[in-house]
């Protein structure tokens, strides 16, 4: 079974600074996806970026971008630019390609934003 | 655009009573989910419908029961409401054509059961 884990509960980072949020998976698969969400204190889970396993190329979505290490297993977080607005909750996803996969959370990291 | 509309926002039921917690969603969407966020625990899987008609269990449906009568909508049934069930309920969309496609969030109902 795949598995997601975010091993740090919490992290904190200066306003205007960098903070990368890690997270690790296990999977026998070759191809998949891995998603970083966002949930603010609204609650409203919200896509941040998504990689495509057989995808090199690290995504980028204006100030976030990962950094993906597919033989590691690892798929971290990085906001650059921190603003008070990414204070939030952030969940890491895995999902296997195929009809019918679904999506496979970690615990989350609560980001707190110093102003 | 509506998106993903879940009612109530917040509910609490004594132990032993049902309710039904109601999502609908305005995209046309043929996948939908319903997830149960623990505090620590992240997301978890109850139930998924890959089209009207068809559902199936995820990775803690014991408890709950769905259907799917229209591509709309997707109720999550709780019969016998027991304090483990107190949680936040999200349930979500998506087309499903491929694997990357993002899932759409509603807003969560919080449950408690005392």
């Known amino acids: 079974a795949q598995t997601v884990t975010q091993s740090q509960p919490e992290m904190s980072v200066q306003e205007a600074e960098t903070v990368t949020l890690s997270c690790t998976y296990d999977t026998s698969e070759s191809d998949y996806y891995l998603f970083w969400y966002k949930q603010p204190p609204s609650r409203q889970m919200i896509l941040v970026i998504r990689q495509e396993a057989y995808k090199q190329q690290n995504a980028t979505e204006n100030r976030f971008s990962v950094n993906f290490q597919k033989a590691a297993k690892s798929f971290s977080l990085k906001i650059s630019d921190s603003q008070l607005g990414d204070a939030a909750m952030y969940f890491c996803?895995?999902?296997?390609?195929?009809?019918?996969?679904?999506?496979?959370f970690g615990k989350g990291i609560t980001l707190s934003v110093r102003p | 655009n509506a998106g993903v509309t879940q009612t109530p926002k917040f509910r609490i039921l004594k132990i032993g009573q049902s309710m039904t917690l109601q999502c609908t969603q305005d995209m046309n969407h043929n996948y939908m989910y319903w997830y149960r966020q623990d505090p620590g625990m992240g997301l978890k899987l109850i139930y998924y419908s890959v089209g009207a008609g068809i559902t199936d269990k995820g990775e803690v449906p014991n408890g709950y029961n769905v259907s799917r009568s229209t591509t709309e909508d997707f109720p999550l049934r709780l019969e016998l409401a027991a304090p483990s069930q107190t949680s936040v309920y999200f349930c979500?969309?998506?087309?499903?054509?491929?694997?990357?496609?993002?899932?759409?969030f509603g807003n969560g109902t919080r449950l408690t059961v005392t």
């Open positions: 979500a969309s998506s087309t499903g054509q491929t694997s990357n496609s993002p899932l759409h």
């Open positions: 996803a895995y999902r296997r390609t195929g009809a019918n996969s679904k999506l496979t």
